[in-house]
């Protein structure tokens, strides 16, 4: 029924909604942000906070706050190569971004660990371009035969060079973006077209938790921001380590930390669009462990989620993935839990797909395996469409007692939509699944992995767009994707 009004899981009460605001707001005015980066700290003087110069302390008073978020923007937009995948949210949630920035690989051939090349993620980008659960590539993984200077380019190219979709990551340092941004506008066709239509989605973690800004990172942002091009920041505290120990607590400090990154994009350019994306997390204090894949990151995301609401910005994060080392009941109950409790909070963009040990590597099998969840989370977001159509009364007279609806016409018409039917999931009797040798969900997706990687990729640049990238930027990778035998 079209004009429903969607409803949200939601952990806060309103007053708490605006007591965790105010919480934040006390922070930023008197404890504030240590901001390395000398042009922020320019910036933030420049509209009315507080900077100490010797130690680098940035005081926001909250009329600062309030004034500066009026000025965000409620939409997001993530461009591809083909428009036909661009997707804006919150309209187009959940949108599905693939985990990212991972050192390691999961060899499928091997399966051991080793360290991530380019080779591997002009494979990923070309299995994510085909994955349909997937929206938004965010480059997997480091590329660890990078020549010197071509680190961002090692990793850009061969993901824009194999993936219609959109393509998200940062840069070392602005050389490196720079060089990023010229490749954006080859495969645009010139820089005025890569302005008006900018297929390259920017993303760093500008702020070190706890409340320190740091150099690097938010001079990209900065720049990126006066150009009227895309992108985003992450917050990332954890409880017990970087965080208070209490969720509360968590929540409130993260959320200040978002505070301050929004208002300075809004005093760079106002209505600059930016995502409310976090990986909040609450350490294992028995032994300092990172824990991303705990229900407690979960449960956060759903909060921020609801903060998000409040201040009327698109909300996101990592969220979905996993401590396990391996595709075990471990990597899918806690990708699973977590994803869900995000997807009915309203959180409209999830970070979940491909990654093991906490961040650390890449597995084709997971980023498969990961494809099924999303595929079951974009059903659950469409819920039961109800309507008199949908009731089929008129179907369930036809077909009377004891009827059968196996053959009529409105179960063919509606069979592919109906349900989701996964490629990964054991669904037959236990005999034929005997007869084909036991596959776990492991070897199914791998399985899956190699049949897509073994056909031609309809992704791959033309033959001229590819001599011209390769003409200006001299000692490239090959940037070659696909598993062929």
């Known amino acids: 029924m079209q004009g429903r009004v969607e409803q949200f899981a939601e952990y806060l009460a309103p007053q708490e909604v605006e007591r965790l605001h105010e919480a934040s707001l006390e922070i930023l005015e008197n404890v504030g942000m240590l901001v390395r980066n000398e042009r922020a700290r320019a910036v933030y003087a420049g509209h009315g906070c507080k900077v100490d110069s010797e130690t680098s302390i940035v005081k926001i008073p909250c009329s600062v706050i309030e004034e500066y978020r009026k000025a965000f923007v409620p939409n997001f937009t993530f461009r591809g190569r083909d428009p036909k995948f661009d997707r804006t949210i919150p309209p187009d949630r959940p ?18 660990v080793r360290r991530a090349t380019s080779s591997d993620i002009a494979d990923i980008a070309f299995l994510i371009n085909e994955l349909p659960g997937y929206d938004v590539f965010s480059i997997s993984t480091l590329a660890g035969d990078a020549p010197d200077g071509r680190f961002s380019l090692s990793r850009f190219y061969p993901a824009l060079k194999n993936c219609l979709k959109p393509v998200r990551s940062n840069t070392r340092g602005m050389n490196e973006l720079h060089d990023v941004l010229e490749l954006g506008a080859i495969i645009a066709g010139s820089e005025e077209n ?118 009327q910005v698109p909300s996101g994060g990592y969220i979905g993935l996993t401590n396990a080392h391996v595709n075990d009941a471990q990597s899918g109950y806690e990708t ?79 069979m592919r939509r109906a349900a989701v039917s996964p490629n990964v999931a054991v669904r037959e009797m236990r005999e034929i699944w005997e007869e084909k040798g036991r596959p776990d969900a492991q070897a199914c997706a791998m399985n899956q992995a190699g049949k897509i990687l073994g056909a031609d ?26 598993w062929k035998e």
């Open 95 to 112: 949108v599905v971004v693939t985990g990212s920035s991972a050192p390691d690989i999961i060899d499928p051939r091997t399966g051991k």
């Open 336 to 414: 699973g839990m977590s994803v869900t409790g995000a997807l009915l909070s309203g959180t409209d963009m999830l970070n979940m797909g491909g990654l093991l040990s906490s961040l650390m590597a890449f597995d084709f099998a997971k980023c498969v395996i990961d494809n099924e969840i999303a595929l079951m989370l974009k059903r659950i977001k469409r819920g039961l469409e109800f309507s008199d159509e949908n009731l089929a009364l008129g179907v369930i007279a036809e077909a009377g007692p004891g009827g059968s609806y196996m053959e009529n016409m409105h179960t063919i018409t509606h």
């Open 194 to 311: 890569y302005r008006k239509r900018p297929l390259i989605t920017h993303h760093y973690c500008p702020v070190i938790s706890p409340l320190t800004m740091d150099v690097e990172s938010t001079e990209a942002l900065i720049y990126l921001a006066e150009k009227k091009l895309p992108v985003f920041g992450t917050i990332v505290p954890s409880g017990g380590i970087t965080a208070p120990m209490t969720l509360t607590g968590t929540l409130a400090l993260g959320n200040a930390e978002f505070l301050a990154l929004g208002v300075l994009m809004q005093m760079v350019r106002p209505g600059t669009p930016l995502i409310y994306s976090i990986l909040s997390t609450v350490a294992d204090m028995r032994t300092g462990s990172y824990t991303p894949g705990a229900i407690e990151t979960g449960i956060l995301q759903m909060a921020h989620s609801q903060m998000a609401r409040f201040y």
């Open 457 to 482: 990729n309809p992704a791959v640049f033309s033959a001229d767009l590819d001599r011209k990238i390769r003409a200006r930027f001299t000692e490239l990778v090959a940037g070659d994707a696909g």
